[in-house]
């Protein structure tokens, strides 16, 4: 394949924006090269400058499960844009969209809407913080939960201790308040309760994807609910990338165990810019302007968005299963991966749950981050571009999460499933 105009396209890019992108991964840091410059979507394919067609497992980092240009959520979007694109007021298609959501859960009252992911996790702690009237909080090594000064943070020298920034720009005042603990390892966090009695909540991702695909035991939810429960501190669920996309419930269709809070993105606003958070009315009575805790935002529940979540939350409550469809698709795609590796005798680690995958170069499992991090990012980065000569999209980093939409056919899956067979093959050569 040919990438001069995207090589060319990266140039200009980097003289008029950092790094020549506007998120990090984007650059193609992780594997190197030069990332193709992205000209148009359709269904279950994205199309390069160079004129390169792709069959897309990313699908914009998560929120198109129908893949792109979804005739329908098209249709909504231009017809809700006609009428203008935003107000800074209210809309009826807020209320719609907020009430197809609390309806899936009996734990969830009223909901929030924000304009971004980053934006939801950090108006929920905020939440957390003013409802209970404390100020330390508990995340997990490997979790994301967007860009917030208060969530850059790294690990300390314990199990349990305080954060330290991970950015410059971020002051320790700020990130002092954050305890790590390790993911899918109770004793770490039993240890964080020993060390303050100031935690307001602890966030988590309950189906990791941003240390690669690494969902949580059930067993360590279930203990953790009870932790919280003990302690009088608030459990949220950071579902910005599985809400809607694991199950229709996200993690809460897989796992026994209700947070208190829960935040929401990606798929709720269909590929368009959104995020939410929401909890029972009682927590939420607190947000402004029924309470004292402030959060605002003059595009939230923006009409564009909402338009396109709507559109996309309603087909897939009218076709549940779509879920069992992209399960198995996943799963096909994981074990024929899984299979070329075995097939070159390189050690790999497969993960799935619902329309979500993931896979490390790694010869034993993956439970928190500092297993994910023996991965052999230097044989994924070697895959990676294999497969991108062969037309395969996949992310671009090997602790990102991939994704199946309703336009992947089992062709392409037979596809990149034959493309995975060359590449470990090459991959293999390489070592």
């Known amino acids: 394949m040919s990438y001069d105009k995207s090589i060319e396209a990266f140039k200009e890019a980097a003289k008029v924006i950092p790094g020549g992108v506007d998120s990090p991964v984007r650059a193609f840091g992780s594997v190197g090269g030069t990332p193709p410059f992205i000209d148009h979507g359709e269904g279950g394919h994205i199309y390069d400058i160079d004129g390169n067609k792709y069959i897309d497992f990313v699908q914009s980092w998560g929120p198109l499960i129908f893949g792109h240009a979804d005739g329908e959520?098209?249709?909504?979007?231009?017809?809700?844009?006609?009428?203008?694109l935003s107000f800074g007021a209210p809309t009826l298609l807020e209320t719609e969209l907020a009430?197809?959501?609390v309806s899936m859960f009996d734990e969830l009252d009223k909901v929030r809407f924000v304009s971004s992911g980053t934006e939801a996790v950090m108006s929920a702690i905020r939440l957390a913080r003013g409802v209970t009237g404390r100020d330390n909080i508990i995340k997990f090594?490997?979790?994301?939960?967007?860009?917030?000064?208060?969530l850059l943070v790294q690990a300390g020298s314990g199990a349990a201790t305080f954060g330290a920034p991970s950015s410059p720009g971020v002051p320790a005042d700020l990130t002092k308040h954050t305890l790590l603990a390790t993911y899918n390892d109770i004793a770490s966090v039993t240890e964080c309760f020993r060390e303050s009695e100031d935690i307001a909540?602890?966030?988590m991702e309950p189906i990791a994807g941003n240390m690669g695909l690494v969902p949580a035991d059930e067993e360590f939810l279930v203990e953790l609910r009870r932790l919280c429960d003990m302690h009088?501190?608030?459990?949220?669920?950071?579902?910005?990338?599985?809400g809607f996309r694991a199950s229709l419930k996200g993690a809460q269709g897989i796992t026994s165990v209700k947070p208190d809070i829960v935040t929401f993105g990606k798929v709720i606003g269909g590929g368009m810019p959104v995020g939410a958070f929401a909890a029972n009315k009682e927590i939420m009575s607190h947000?402004?302007?029924?309470?004292?805790?402030y959060?605002?935002?003059?595009?939230?529940?923006?009409?564009?968005?909402?338009?396109a979540g709507l559109v996309s939350l309603r087909k897939l409550k009218a076709n549940p299963a779509i879920y069992v469809e992209l399960a198995a698709k996943a799963k096909k795609l994981m074990d024929g991966f899984q299979a070329a590796a075995n097939a070159e005798e390189i050690p790999l680690v497969t993960n799935v749950r619902g329309s979500m995958f993931g896979f490390f170069f790694s010869n034993k499992p993956v439970k928190n981050f500092d297993d994910a991090l023996q991965n052999d990012t230097e044989a994924f980065a070697i895959f990676h571009h294999e497969m991108l000569n062969r037309g395969i999209y996949l992310a671009c980093s090997s602790y990102e999460t991939g994704f199946i939409s309703t336009a992947t056919t089992d062709e392409m899956i037979d596809k990149a499933i034959t493309a995975a067979y060359e590449?470990?093959?090459?991959?293999?050569?390489?070592?």
């Open 73 to 84: 959520i098209q249709k909504a979007v231009m017809e809700t844009a006609k009428k203008g």
């Open 99 to 101: 009430q197809e959501i």
């Open 141 to 150: 090594k490997g979790n994301y939960h967007g860009h917030s000064d208060s």
């Open 201 to 203: 909540c602890v966030i």
């Open 232 to 242: 009088g501190t608030l459990l949220i669920f950071d579902e910005v990338m599985s």
């Open 287 to 293: 947000l402004s302007p029924e309470g004292r805790i």
């Open 295 to 307: 959060q605002a935002g003059t595009l939230s529940g923006n009409p564009v968005a909402m338009s």
């Open 423 to 431: 590449s470990m093959r090459a991959a293999a050569d390489k070592r």
